[in-house]
């Protein structure tokens, strides 16, 4: 069966673009806002403190990782794009400015410093070639630190789980809630006053503020930004690419009949 259009591609399935004849010119990649990385969802043993957390996040190589899977991924090390809707520019981890090398010696020493005994994470992803690229690379960096490192399905119990969710809307507050699938009662807090703040100008603080906190929290490790692609015939000329990576039918010929 031949059809004009395949929509919906996402990391998961990118790497089959490699077995499969598709023309240059049929391949259209958006520029999708959103949320990729991991969301730790159990805060006890090792990642009880926020220092391990950090740890855990800065040992991740997110160059090797989104080049790994797809040419000219873009990687991210934090939760907000763009300033947005916030009162300030977004939070940026204190470890981005550390070498890759640099961030490694500084999570293997909070590893080894861990006194209860060896690190082991289980990693909940979604099955598909482009996860189990993701996991060799998370894997890869964990084992580099000390840390153990176990892939399970993305509903079993883990310690941390893939999220990968493309922004509805310009909203710095969606990001963090989003982000927030497990995080401290502080930052929560903060996410929540943004949510009732009765102006724009104080929402816009109270939204600085969550990002703050979620930022010290480090409950949520960015990856990169969500991967969307699409196989487009040429004779769906009103394909426009964009950041929500939605097409809807009737938008893509001029003719709709």
Same mark, same amino acid.
């Given at each position: 069966?031949?059809?004009?259009?395949?929509?919906?591609?996402?990391? #998961?399935?990118?790497?089959?673009?490699?077995?499969?004849?598709?023309?240059?010119?049929?391949?259209?990649?958006?520029?999708?806002?959103?949320? %990729?990385?991991?969301?730790?969802?159990?805060?006890?043993? %090792? !990642?009880?403190?926020? @220092?391990?957390?950090?740890?855990?996040?800065?040992?991740?190589?997110? +160059?090797? =990782?989104?080049?790994?899977?797809? &040419?000219? $991924?873009?990687?991210?090390?934090?939760?907000?794009?763009?300033?947005?809707?916030?009162?300030? =520019?977004?939070?940026? &981890?204190? $470890?981005?400015?550390?070498?890759?090398?640099?961030?490694?010696?500084?999570?293997?020493?909070?590893?080894?410093?861990?006194?209860?005994?060896?690190?082991? =994470?289980?990693? @909940?992803?979604?099955?598909? &070639?482009?996860?189990?690229?993701?996991? @060799?690379?998370?894997?890869?960096?964990?084992?580099?630190?000390?840390?153990?490192?176990?892939?399970?399905?993305?509903?079993?119990?883990?310690? =941390?789980?893939?999220?990968?969710? #493309?922004?509805?809307?310009?909203?710095?507050? $969606?990001?963090?809630?989003?982000?927030? #699938?497990?995080?401290?009662?502080?930052?929560?807090?903060?996410?929540?006053?943004?949510?009732?703040?009765? +102006?724009?100008?104080?929402?816009?603080?109270?939204?600085?503020?969550?990002?703050?906190?979620?930022?010290?929290?480090?409950? %949520?490790?960015?990856?990169?930004?969500? !991967?969307?692609?699409?196989?487009?015939?040429?004779?769906?000329?009103? $394909?426009? &690419?964009?950041?929500? @990576?939605?097409?809807?039918?009737?938008?893509?010929?001029?003719?709709?009949?």
């Amino acid at each position: 069966m031949i059809s004009d259009l395949v929509s919906g591609g996402s990391f #998961v399935d990118w790497p089959l673009l490699a077995t499969a004849e598709v023309s240059p010119a049929n391949l259209r990649v958006d520029p999708a806002a959103g949320l %990729f990385g991991l969301a730790i969802v159990r805060r006890d043993g %090792f !990642l009880a403190d926020a @220092a391990n957390r950090e740890a855990v996040a800065e040992a991740i190589d997110r +160059t090797a =990782l989104t080049a790994a899977i797809a &040419p000219n $991924w873009d990687a991210a090390d934090r939760i907000l794009p763009d300033i947005l809707d916030s009162a300030a =520019l977004p939070q940026v &981890p204190g $470890w981005t400015l550390l070498t890759q090398d640099e961030r490694r010696i500084a999570a293997r020493q909070r590893v080894a410093a861990w006194s209860g005994g060896p690190v082991s =994470l289980r990693i @909940a992803l979604p099955s598909g &070639p482009g996860a189990t690229l993701l996991y @060799a690379q998370v894997a890869a960096s964990l084992i580099a630190v000390g840390i153990t490192p176990e892939r399970v399905a993305q509903d079993a119990e883990a310690e =941390l789980v893939l999220v990968d969710a #493309v922004a509805p809307y310009d909203s710095a507050r $969606w990001y963090l809630a989003t982000a927030c #699938v497990l995080c401290g009662d502080g930052a929560q807090a903060a996410i929540t006053a943004a949510r009732e703040a009765p +102006t724009l100008a104080d929402r816009a603080r109270r939204i600085a503020e969550a990002d703050a906190a979620m930022n010290a929290d480090v409950a %949520f490790i960015p990856l990169a930004r969500p !991967l969307r692609w699409s196989l487009v015939s040429t004779r769906l000329r009103q $394909w426009q &690419p964009n950041v929500r @990576a939605w097409h809807p039918l009737n938008r893509l010929r001029a003719d709709t009949n």
